[in-house]
């Protein structure tokens, strides 16, 4: 069993950029393939960026291409998302998962955090 927990998140202006981490614990986070995703009010979540579990292979959705980066440290047990040149279509809440089907991003399974709130205003 993993447990997520994200921060990081908060409010900032359009251009603007935040870090979010997301520390996981009780069990061997780093054997995942693991992302983030969002979901922004009335919307589905939807899928942001993925990580392998080594951490030489990302992907990212056409919509954060070129602004987000994805990494990780496992000696940290920790993900993050390093989100660039924010853009009000960016406010949303962030969650991570662990247990990722590579390719199949929003396919069952896994673990997910609790989310953590990112305002980006125009």
């Known amino acids: 069993q993993v447990q997520l927990v994200e921060s990081g998140g908060g409010l900032v202006q359009a251009g603007g950029s935040l870090r979010l981490s997301c520390a996981a614990s009780?069990?061997?986070?780093?054997?995942?393939?693991s992302g983030w995703f969002r979901q922004a009010p009335g919307t589905e979540r939807e899928f942001v960026a993925a990580?392998?579990?080594?951490?030489?292979?990302?992907y990212y959705a056409d919509s954060v291409k070129g602004r987000f980066t994805i990494s990780r440290d496992n000696a940290k047990n920790t993900m993050y998302l390093q989100m660039n040149v924010l853009e009000p279509e960016d406010t949303a809440v962030y969650y991570c998962?662990?247990?990722?089907?590579?390719?199949?991003?929003?396919?069952?399974?896994?673990?997910w955090g609790q989310g953590t709130q990112v305002t980006v205003s125009s």
């Open positions: 998962k662990a247990g990722l089907q590579w390719g199949r991003w929003s396919g069952p399974g896994g673990y």
């Open positions: 009780g069990g061997t986070f780093r054997s995942y393939n």
């Open positions: 990580i392998n579990w080594i951490g030489d292979s990302t």
